[in-house]
């Protein structure tokens, strides 16, 4: 009882010691994962709107499920270029009030071939009619909901298709521009002049300082935005097979060529193997002793390996061709037999009718009708083969209309078997009729190959369990050794290369020769990664990258280093100009020709809208002085995009007058109808975005 009592007068300061543990705790757990200091739980903003994470992760979920081959990051990606589109497009709709309407929403849906051609949705005549397509979703309701979530885009479309339009309205080009346009490319200036050409001035005699790199770069900071780049350089320590690896697959494969004794271990006796030649079951031979299966088809000479595909297809039968390399399979093959006419090629034009197993046809029509269409093209055909491609394209509701018809090569049994019997049942060049579930088929057999059976054991050269713990072994040695070392002198003892550094992005997945590794430019942007760490990645198929993070180049502004293979040629030109251009000066061209070593040169009936001068390009600036400078006078040195210029006028001939400029309105109406295509990047320029993906992705 004594201690019962002592438990009790102690358990308040019990509880209280607890609690107050357990408020540090959460505390602490707020402060660094939520509440004080909380993840965001928007994936982005833009210009004040918020993208939440949880509507965005279940935009590139559905992307992925219905993409072929996208991968998470690469959705992620898609997707937010869409919201930034959306966000920005939308407040600018409701700036102008833009509304759109059913007559807008319909027209948006006729757009899309699977409503606007779609047969439960047309009249007699084959045109869309509005009522059949109401009336489907009154009978069909579970439908009609999908259609509600289509008509967001529907109407996000018709805005689009308002907005463009005003934007292309706005683009109003007048008889004056015209006029000036004509000018442009008729009015011709001939002058003389004299050019030194950058080239004259070594790159080593110009230096460029990161000063005049920096202020040239803050001059044009729109042209110089970086998300921020994280340097990362590496090696690559492969796990590929020995030589020990490599000797013991090809004893294996070169042991079934001359046969053998082994020990069966359930009978306790000595097995004779027969040679792969020898064989009498090829088929289980192949299977006891390959990694890929036996395959029982015919292989025409285009499928087989390339290297070796003319010994294997002139193989005689029964005869052994072998040990080669395919692939990493070392391999042996024996030749099965040949077969005439194995692969076949056609041509054909489909005739469907309602009821078909065909969508999308171009005509609606019935059995009846699709068989007299098909009989008429039949005779079409057999009157003139030559002209089967176009019939083809013009009548064949199959896809393959766009290509004349052409089905390419293919195998017994690949094509519906009216089809299949009429193609390999008769000679190249004969055309006919077939009918199948999917129509009536005009057939046009267009050619032939032989094909080769093979029985091939092939075995693959992998890494053994050995040898890949050594390279495990190898690669975590590295990763400890380079830790706080200098990365280049670890790679070198280690024996392997250093790969170029790669300037990734935040949102990058793509990683030198490894393709997709998405962990390493998540890793590098970890807020626990300091630069100068390194770390170890298994890469599948490859072996282990180890990673050293070298530099981190911050959002803003670009870095001296990333613009200047952008601006070095500019900025050294200008300087070299400056040179040039306190040597280019005298009474006369020869003067100045003779005084730069060169020669005075001749430019005749050169236009402002296609100033080049030849053998050097494009020398707006240098054309359009030489139409403001008086005939026979001298220019000042001219600073041209290939070198320095001075040109001496002489004479401009001015385009006559004409009585109507249309031509040449509607060639400038022709470039402003591309404005639409600019109108992203243009608002994308002025928003305020901020992007959170690295936290989700």
């Not at 020995?242 to 090809?250: A, F, M, P, T």
Request: with cysteine; glycine share 6%; aromatic share 8%.
């Amino acid at each position: 009882m004594a201690v019962l009592q002592k438990i009790r007068q102690r358990s308040l300061l019990l509880i209280l010691v607890i609690g107050f543990c357990l408020l540090a705790f959460i505390i602490g757990d707020l402060i660094q994962n939520g509440g004080f200091n909380s993840p965001s739980k928007d994936v982005g903003n833009i210009n004040g709107k918020e993208i939440p994470f949880e509507t965005f992760r279940m935009k590139v979920a559905n992307m992925e499920k219905n993409g072929q081959g996208t991968t998470t990051t690469q959705a992620a990606n898609q997707l937010w270029d869409q919201e930034i589109a959306i966000a920005l497009l939308t407040s600018e709709f409701e700036t102008l009030g833009l509304r759109a309407g059913e007559k807008h929403i319909i027209e948006n849906f006729k757009n899309d071939p699977n409503i606007g051609q779609n047969l439960a949705f047309q009249n007699e005549l084959g045109k869309f009619d509005l009522k059949k397509f109401k009336e489907y979703f009154v009978t069909n309701p579970d439908q009609a909901q999908m259609m509600k979530d289509r008509e967001k885009d529907a109407v996000l479309n018709a805005k689009y298709q308002m907005y463009a339009a005003l934007v292309k309205g706005g683009m109003y080009t007048t008889t004056a521009e015209g006029k000036f346009k004509y000018e442009l490319e008729t009015n011709k200036v001939s002058f003389e002049y004299v050019a030194v050409p950058y080239s004259t001035v070594k790159d080593s005699d110009i230096k460029v300082t990161d000063e005049e790199y920096l202020d040239y770069m803050k001059k044009h900071e729109k042209k110089f935005k970086s998300d921020g780049t994280r340097e990362i350089e590496y090696v690559i320590i492969e796990d590929k097979p020995s030589k020990q690896d490599e000797d013991e697959v090809k004893n294996k494969v070169n042991a079934l060529l001359v046969g053998g004794v082994v020990f069966n271990k359930e009978t306790n006796q000595n097995d004779t193997l027969p040679s792969f030649k020898a064989a009498t079951n090829v088929q289980e031979f192949v299977t006891l002793n390959s990694d890929t299966p036996y395959d029982s088809t015919y292989i025409a000479k285009q499928d087989l390996p390339a290297e070796h595909a003319e010994a294997l297809f002139n193989l005689p039968a029964g005869e052994i061709y072998g040990p080669y390399m395919n692939g990493k399979n070392y391999s042996i093959s024996k030749s099965m037999g040949r077969k005439s006419g194995a692969k076949a090629k056609a041509s054909h034009i489909l005739i469907s009718w309602e009821g078909t197993q065909l969508p999308n046809k171009k005509e609606k029509r019935t059995k009846e009708q699709a068989k007299a269409k098909a009989e008429s093209i039949l005779a079409q055909a057999l009157a003139n083969p030559a002209s089967f491609a176009m019939l083809a394209l013009t009548s064949s509701d199959d896809s393959s209309a766009q290509q004349g018809g052409d089905l390419g090569f293919f195998g017994q049994n690949q094509m519906v078997k009216p089809f299949n019997d009429f193609v390999f049942n008769n000679p190249i060049g004969r055309i006919g009729l077939v009918e199948s579930e999917f129509g009536y088929h005009v057939i046009n057999v267009t050619d032939k190959q032989d094909a080769i059976r093979l029985a091939t054991i092939a075995q693959r050269i992998d890494p053994s369990e050995s040898t890949t713990n050594l390279v495990y072994t190898k690669a975590t040695k590295f990763e400890m050794d380079a830790a706080g070392k200098d990365f280049a002198t670890v790679a070198k003892a280690a024996g392997v290369i250093v790969n170029p550094a790669i300037k990734a992005k935040p949102m990058d997945e793509s990683f030198g020769s490894v393709g997709n590794q998405r962990q390493i430019v998540k890793w590098a942007y970890n807020e626990d990664t300091n630069v100068g760490d390194v770390k170890r990645f298994e890469i599948v198929n490859v072996g282990h990258l180890i990673a050293k993070l070298k530099k981190v180049n911050q959002k803003g502004l670009m870095t001296v280093e990333e613009a200047k293979p952008m601006i070095e040629t500019t900025l050294k030109n200008q300087k070299k100009a400056e040179k040039l251009m306190a040597k280019m000066k005298g009474s006369s061209l020869d003067t100045i020709a003779k005084a730069n070593a060169t020669t005075v040169q001749q430019a005749l009936d050169v236009t402002i809208d296609n100033p080049v001068l030849a053998g050097a390009g494009m020398e707006l600036k240098v054309v359009g002085t030489a139409y403001g400078t008086a005939a026979n006078k001298i220019s000042a040195p001219i600073e041209g995009n290939s070198g320095v210029y001075v040109i001496k006028a002489k004479s401009v001939a001015k385009a006559p007058k004409i009585a109507k400029y249309d031509d040449y309105v509607n060639k400038l109406k022709g470039s402003a109808g591309q404005a639409a295509g600019r109108i992203i990047p243009a608002l994308k320029n002025d928003a305020k975005i901020d992007d959170n993906r690295l936290e989700f992705y």
